[in-house]
């Protein structure tokens, strides 16, 4: 059983920065895909950014985060992060952090398998 747990979630002002963290037991593969994603109310899960956690695998930013959110892993704890700079009232939404063994990690949500619950961000203007 594949669990994702999401935290560090919140409020926060235009211009400001959050980081958002992902624990997971899944670290039993090599390698394999594990991603953020978010979802505002009323439009559709978007992809914001990706990581393969093999040695030296790549990351994928969406376009409307790229330049301002970073990716990275901590595979001795086992954590993903999501640092989030800059910040705009259109980053308002739920992140879910995702997880699976796939042979790109650049794909749409319905190709990940694993989910966490969820973490708020809103910002305000």
């Known amino acids: 059983q594949v669990q994702l747990v999401e935290s560090g979630g919140g409020s926060v002002q235009a211009g400001g920065s959050r980081r958002l963290s992902c624990t997971s037991s899944i670290y039993t593969y090599n390698a394999y895909c594990m991603g953020w994603f978010r979802q505002a109310p009323g439009k559709e899960r978007e992809r914001v950014a990706t990581?393969?956690?093999?040695?030296?695998?790549?990351?994928a930013y969406g376009d409307s985060v790229k330049g301002r959110f970073t990716i990275s892993q901590d595979n001795a704890k086992n954590t993903l992060y999501l640092q989030m700079n800059s910040l705009k009232p259109e980053d308002t939404a739920m992140y879910y952090c995702?997880?699976?063994?796939?042979?790109?990690?650049?794909?749409?949500?319905?190709?990940?398998?694993?989910w966490g619950q969820g973490t708020q961000v809103t910002v305000s203007s």
């Open positions: 995702a997880a699976d063994v796939l042979t790109s990690c650049v794909v749409p949500a319905t190709r990940y398998h694993y």
């Open positions: 990581i393969n956690t093999a040695p030296g695998g790549s990351t």
